[in-house]
């Protein structure tokens, strides 16, 4: 095994937990949460609809934890500060990431991330659907704890299979 490729993957991975997300920072929340943490809700979240959705959990899990991965290069940005060539960027970002891995963790890592950016697998739509309803959960806590503002962050669009836990977590906040 290549230990420095290994060595320089979890250090670029280590990056997600000091950049804080930008949707947040713009909302004004104080101390809001960093890429990392989102990235480990989204994969629990994964993990668990994958388990009762009898879907494939490693390959979600998998795909939950890599997903923002290329973050660490890219910055995490907001849906509209993306722009056109963001995709292409985050898709390099990431193979550059995990160029030093050994080839076949390479290629399912990438195959994986692939998988994810189409989104056009049931496992893909569970992550993509983890990821909206993590940040609903996430607006929902720093409501709860006093911050104002976050109703932005509560409209999404989710799969029919995942919207009665999208109305559930809206069922069981205070209002604003």
């Not at 909302?27 to 994964?46: C, F, N, Q, T, Y």
């Not at 399912?108 to 990821?131: K, N, R, S």
């Amino acid at each position: 095994m290549n230990t420095t490729g290994l060595i320089s993957f979890l250090k670029a991975a280590g990056r997600l937990k000091h950049i804080k997300r930008t949707g947040w920072v713009q909302a004004g929340v104080p101390d809001p949460e960093s890429v990392a943490d989102h990235s480990h809700r989204v994969a629990l979240l994964s993990v668990v609809l994958a388990d009762t959705g009898r879907l494939d959990a490693s390959k979600a899990m998998r795909m939950a934890v890599l997903h923002d991965l290329a973050e660490a290069v890219t910055g995490d940005l907001t849906p509209r500060q993306k722009t056109a060539g963001h995709e292409a960027a985050e898709s390099s970002a990431f193979r550059g990431l995990v160029e030093g891995l050994p080839a076949e963790q390479r290629r399912l890592y990438t195959e994986i991330m692939d998988e994810y950016a189409a989104g056009d697998t049931e496992e893909a739509a569970l992550v993509h659907a983890a990821d909206k309803l993590e940040m609903v959960l996430q607006a929902l806590e720093y409501r709860e704890a006093g911050d104002r503002g976050l109703d932005q962050f509560l409209v999404v669009e989710v799969p029919p299979e995942y919207r009665g836990l999208y109305g559930k977590l809206l069922g069981t906040s205070r209002p604003a």
